[in-house]
């Protein structure tokens, strides 16, 4: 047994069991859910599109490496640094390094999922510099000292009361009797102190940092959604910005991110556009009134350069980070996100997870799938996950030549026991008579009341009868049936 | 692998072209049973065979039938999962429809067997296979323009489809159009119907409690539809949905499509 896979077995478990977040779940999936597809139905052809980003992105990324050295070249000629980090080791160090020559003890960040894969609010505060989230969503799960359970909502599983109840506990203890306010469930109260705090933080902070959705070659500029103004304040108000991305966000021309974002904001949010969209190009030019006067970009691979180099699961590239596979996924929607044990939840973890993280850390999550295929078909650049969740599967449990080649932890999810039983089965499926002698066998077990409850006492049949009567094994299997019924359509050539 | 959208706006799989179009009837088919239904449902096996036949087209099953291989090839076993397949390969020669009553079954060998073939010297012979599969519902419906005549007192009907029936094979009208033609059939809708039932197969006890979660809420929604049948064309999802309704004491009876409609249009009852 994997450690991790039975790790994931009990905290879905044990999610599952929790009411409240059963419920605060529902709601927002149900929510945003209903949201998406009114967006999606207002399109004209909304699988074309699907289809139309999915060949922007594979183009990209048959381009890729050519196109990040074009934006590299754009980037710098404008004066923006261009970092590359192959580690998240890495990642952090060049953020420290950028910090602590300018003396920053302040950082403001705006939402950012690299920044999650780098640990970086951790790491930043072990050297002594304080970290803020200034998206409202991270805002509040790094005050309850949470990570993200959702990609796009990271506060997603917590209820209006329990956000309430920790402003109020939280608040004035952190930043200062001045935000000690009275309990409130009301919104717009709630919104406002948070927002009270980051003004002042805005301003104080030495750095800002960013995600970034977008990366165009041909301009080198970076595009920025988000509807807060957070990010905007984060890339333009403190004097260095640094943007954090990661090597697949890079497109070729700017004409290819209106495409993008259309379905991306549709499929995130059910928003038509967000209320802000940031282009950014370079640091404060001479004469200009604002912006920082330093820009970073980072480029981080984190394994993404090993999962490139396959055909197929460089597919897994495609993401655009909308979250709609979380929110239509029927596992996903039912445990939310920290039961999964990474930074990636959802159908697009399961994919992501077991290809950074190793699949001795991270196969089991492909094999937690009914392979429904709701995921694919929300999808706005059609990334074809059961499809990955099965390559994935067979990697963790057959390996072939590449995958030993590519993924850490290939063949690891293997068990002998499941092993052997599928050998049993192929040599049964291969075996007509055995398999016909097996299914009667089957079915005079089923005949009698001792033999179905035999069935249902050991291993997998158990497990299923716990909850569910056992289905009843046919006396007479269809084979019989056919063979035996009076008309005679059968097939004349039986032979095996 | 390519998946053109359907009309109604959904990612799909190719559909089935090699299988005649809207009106050519072939003379004979094959039918593929499945393990699933050979075990467990036989009847509904027989009633997709007698529903074909009763068309005027002839219905031969190779009696050397096992498994597809679907089983080992979603839990990653590759080589298992073609060796199953291998055994089934010889048994389609003669280049007719192949028809199975399962969206999931029908997929493996639709969609899935290519890929598992790719570079394998069968992989020629397996695409043309492929090509020829055809899910019962979407024959009788689409290939056949099956006319049913309905002999059975008024019920109320609410179907589930089955995620592979619709989201692989792209079959998505052709049961609610087969169920659309019996007059004393209501057919309700069945809330969330496009979410999975939690049964995935292995998936039903490697991750048990995901499973029960999901069933539980498919059972309860299949409760609220107020239908006193509830009709499925993947015998997966059937014995997962109706061991749960059944265990909570459900008056509710679940019934693969084929044998559903196979009574009303002889008059048995249901």
């Given at each position: 047994?994997?450690?991790?896979?039975?790790?994931?077995?009990?905290?879905?478990?044990?999610?599952?069991?929790?009411?409240?977040?059963?419920?605060?779940?529902?709601?927002?999936?149900?929510?945003?859910r209903?949201?998406?597809?009114?967006?999606?139905?207002?399109?004209?052809?909304?699988?074309?599109?699907?289809?139309?980003?999915?060949?922007?992105?594979?183009?990209?990324?048959?381009?890729?490496?050519?196109?990040?050295?074009?934006?590299?070249?754009?980037?710098?000629?404008?004066?923006?640094?261009?970092?590359?980090?192959?580690?998240?080791?890495?990642?952090?160090?060049?953020?420290?390094?950028?910090?602590?020559?300018?003396?920053?003890?302040?950082?403001?960040?705006?939402?950012?999922?690299?920044?999650?894969?780098?640990?970086?609010?951790?790491?930043?505060?072990?050297?002594?510099?304080?970290?803020?989230?200034?998206?409202?969503?991270?805002?509040?799960?790094?005050?309850?000292?949470?990570?993200?359970?959702?990609?796009?909502?990271?506060?997603?599983?917590?209820?209006?009361?329990?956000?309430?109840?920790?402003?109020?506990?939280?608040?004035?203890?952190?930043?200062?009797?001045?935000?000690?306010?009275?309990?409130?469930?009301?919104?717009?109260?709630?919104?406002?102190?948070?927002?009270?705090?980051?003004?002042?933080?805005?301003?104080?902070?030495?750095?800002?940092?960013?995600?970034?959705?977008?990366?165009?070659?041909?301009?080198?500029?970076?595009?920025?959604?988000?509807?807060?103004?957070?990010?905007?304040?984060?890339?333009?108000?403190?004097?260095?910005?640094?943007?954090?991305?990661?090597?697949?966000?890079?497109?070729?021309?700017?004409?290819?991110?209106?495409?993008?974002?259309?379905?991306?904001?549709?499929?995130?949010?059910?928003?038509?556009?967000?209320?802000?969209?940031?282009?950014?190009?370079?640091?404060?030019?001479?004469?200009?009134?604002?912006?920082?006067?330093?820009?970073?970009?980072?480029?981080?691979?984190?394994?993404?350069?090993?999962?490139?180099?396959?055909?197929?699961?460089?597919?897994?590239?495609?993401?655009?980070?909308?979250?709609?596979c979380?929110?239509i996924c029927p596992v996903?929607s039912r445990?939310?996100?920290?039961?999964?044990?990474?930074?990636?939840?959802?159908p697009?973890?399961?994919?992501?997870?077991?290809?950074?993280?190793?699949?001795?850390?991270?196969?089991?999550?492909?094999?937690a799938s009914t392979l429904c295929g709701a995921c694919q078909e929300v999808?706005?650049?059609?990334?074809p996950i059961p499809n990955?969740l099965l390559?994935?599967?067979?990697?963790?449990?057959?390996?072939?030549?590449?995958?030993?080649?590519?993924?850490?932890?290939?063949?690891?999810?293997?068990?002998?026991?499941?092993?052997?039983?599928?050998?049993?089965?192929?040599?049964?499926?291969?075996?007509?008579?055995?398999?016909?002698?097996?299914?009667?066998?089957?079915?005079?077990?089923?005949?009698?009341?001792?033999?179905?409850?035999?069935?249902?006492?050991?291993?997998?049949?158990?497990?299923w009868?716990?909850t569910r009567e056992?289905p009843?094994?046919?006396?007479?299997?269809l084979?019989?049936?056919?063979?035996?019924?009076?008309?005679?359509?059968?097939?004349?050539?039986?032979?095996? | 692998m390519?998946s053109?959208p359907s009309?109604d706006g959904r990612v799909v799989p190719f559909r089935p072209?090699?299988v005649?179009?809207?009106?050519?009837?072939?003379?004979?088919?094959?039918f593929y049973g499945t393990c699933l239904v050979d075990t467990f449902l036989p009847e509904a096996g027989?009633a997709a065979?007698?529903l074909i036949?009763?068309?005027?087209?002839?219905?031969?099953?190779?009696?050397?039938?096992?498994c597809c291989g679907q089983p080992?090839f979603n839990s990653?076993?590759?080589?298992?999962?073609?060796?199953?397949?291998?055994?089934?390969?010889?048994?389609?020669?003669?280049?007719?429809?192949v028809v199975v009553p399962s969206g999931s079954c029908g997929a493996m060998l639709k969609v899935h067997y290519?890929?598992?073939?790719?570079?394998?010297?069968?992989?020629?012979?397996?695409?043309?296979?492929a090509?020829?599969v055809v899910e019962w519902s979407d024959f009788m419906a689409r290939v056949?323009?099956?006319?049913?005549?309905?002999?059975?007192?008024?019920?109320?009907v609410t179907y589930h489809p089955s995620c592979h029936m619709v989201r692989e094979m792209g079959v998505r009208e052709a049961p609610k159009a087969l169920l659309g033609?019996l007059?004393?059939v209501?057919l309700l809708p069945l809330p969330d119907e496009g979410e999975c039932c939690g049964f995935g197969g292995t998936f039903a006890v490697k991750q048990a409690?995901l499973s029960r979660a999901m069933v539980g809420d498919k059972s309860r929604a299949v409760e609220e539809s107020?239908a006193?049948v509830l009709v499925s064309g993947d015998a997966g999802c059937l014995l997962n949905i109706e061991g749960t309704l059944t265990?909570?004491?459900s008056?509710v009876q679940c019934l693969p499509l084929p044998l559903f409609i196979k009574?009303?249009?002889?008059?048995?009852?249901?």
């Amino acid at each position: 047994m994997i450690p991790d896979a039975g790790r994931f077995l009990r905290e879905s478990g044990s999610a599952l069991n929790d009411g409240n977040l059963r419920r605060n779940l529902h709601k927002a999936m149900t929510t945003i859910r209903g949201r998406r597809n009114e967006r999606f139905s207002e399109l004209v052809d909304a699988p074309a599109l699907q289809k139309i980003n999915n060949s922007i992105k594979r183009r990209a990324l048959a381009d890729l490496p050519a196109l990040l050295e074009q934006l590299e070249a754009k980037l710098t000629a404008r004066g923006v640094v261009v970092h590359w980090a192959e580690t998240t080791t890495e990642a952090n160090a060049i953020v420290l390094d950028i910090a602590r020559r300018r003396g920053v003890k302040l950082v403001v960040k705006g939402k950012s999922m690299v920044s999650e894969e780098m640990g970086l609010n951790r790491f930043l505060a072990d050297e002594g510099i304080e970290a803020l989230e200034a998206d409202l969503g991270e805002f509040i799960v790094q005050l309850a000292d949470q990570t993200p359970s959702h990609i796009v909502v990271p506060a997603v599983h917590m209820s209006k009361g329990e956000i309430a109840r920790l402003f109020k506990d939280t608040l004035g203890e952190k930043f200062g009797e001045g935000y000690s306010e009275d309990y409130t469930e009301d919104v717009a109260a709630l919104t406002a102190l948070a927002r009270r705090v980051l003004r002042e933080k805005f301003q104080a902070a030495g750095m800002g940092v960013s995600g970034v959705n977008f990366a165009v070659a041909e301009t080198g500029t970076l595009a920025l959604v988000e509807n807060e103004g957070n990010g905007r304040m984060v890339t333009t108000v403190p004097p260095v910005h640094v943007a954090l991305m990661g090597l697949e966000k890079v497109v070729p021309r700017l004409e290819d991110v209106a495409p993008l974002v259309r379905l991306l904001t549709r499929s995130a949010t059910g928003q038509p556009i967000t209320t802000y969209f940031n282009w950014l190009s370079s640091p404060r030019r001479p004469g200009e009134l604002d912006g920082p006067e330093e820009v970073h970009l980072i480029v981080l691979d984190n394994g993404r350069s090993s999962i490139y180099s396959d055909e197929e699961l460089r597919e897994t590239l495609d993401c655009i980070r909308c979250g709609a596979c979380l929110n239509i996924c029927p596992v996903y929607s039912r445990i939310g996100g920290h039961a999964y044990g990474s930074v990636y939840m959802g159908p697009i973890g399961k994919i992501l997870t077991p290809q950074m993280a190793g699949l001795s850390e991270g196969g089991h999550l492909a094999g937690a799938s009914t392979l429904c295929g709701a995921c694919q078909e929300v999808c706005p650049v059609s990334i074809p996950i059961p499809n990955l969740l099965l390559r994935l599967r067979q990697e963790g449990g057959q390996p072939t030549a590449r995958g030993r080649a590519l993924l850490r932890g290939a063949g690891s999810t293997r068990k002998m026991g499941e092993a052997m039983i599928w050998k049993g089965w192929s040599a049964l499926a291969e075996r007509p008579a055995v398999y016909r002698l097996a299914t009667r066998l089957l079915g005079m077990l089923g005949a009698t009341s001792l033999g179905r409850a035999g069935l249902g006492a050991f291993g997998p049949g158990r497990t299923w009868n716990l909850t569910r009567e056992m289905p009843r094994p046919a006396s007479r299997t269809l084979h019989d049936l056919m063979r035996t019924r009076p008309q005679s359509h059968q097939d004349q050539h039986t032979s095996e | 692998m390519s998946s053109p959208p359907s009309q109604d706006g959904r990612v799909v799989p190719f559909r089935p072209e090699g299988v005649g179009v809207n009106g050519e009837k072939p003379a004979s088919v094959y039918f593929y049973g499945t393990c699933l239904v050979d075990t467990f449902l036989p009847e509904a096996g027989l009633a997709a065979v007698e529903l074909i036949e009763a068309e005027g087209v002839r219905v031969i099953f190779p009696q050397g039938q096992t498994c597809c291989g679907q089983p080992p090839f979603n839990s990653g076993y590759r080589r298992e999962a073609r060796q199953a397949a291998r055994a089934q390969l010889a048994l389609f020669a003669e280049p007719i429809p192949v028809v199975v009553p399962s969206g999931s079954c029908g997929a493996m060998l639709k969609v899935h067997y290519p890929e598992l073939f790719k570079g394998e010297p069968e992989e020629e012979a397996v695409r043309a296979l492929a090509a020829r599969v055809v899910e019962w519902s979407d024959f009788m419906a689409r290939v056949l323009g099956a006319r049913l005549k309905d002999r059975g007192d008024p019920v109320r009907v609410t179907y589930h489809p089955s995620c592979h029936m619709v989201r692989e094979m792209g079959v998505r009208e052709a049961p609610k159009a087969l169920l659309g033609q019996l007059e004393g059939v209501t057919l309700l809708p069945l809330p969330d119907e496009g979410e999975c039932c939690g049964f995935g197969g292995t998936f039903a006890v490697k991750q048990a409690p995901l499973s029960r979660a999901m069933v539980g809420d498919k059972s309860r929604a299949v409760e609220e539809s107020g239908a006193e049948v509830l009709v499925s064309g993947d015998a997966g999802c059937l014995l997962n949905i109706e061991g749960t309704l059944t265990r909570n004491g459900s008056s509710v009876q679940c019934l693969p499509l084929p044998l559903f409609i196979k009574r009303r249009v002889s008059g048995d009852s249901a």
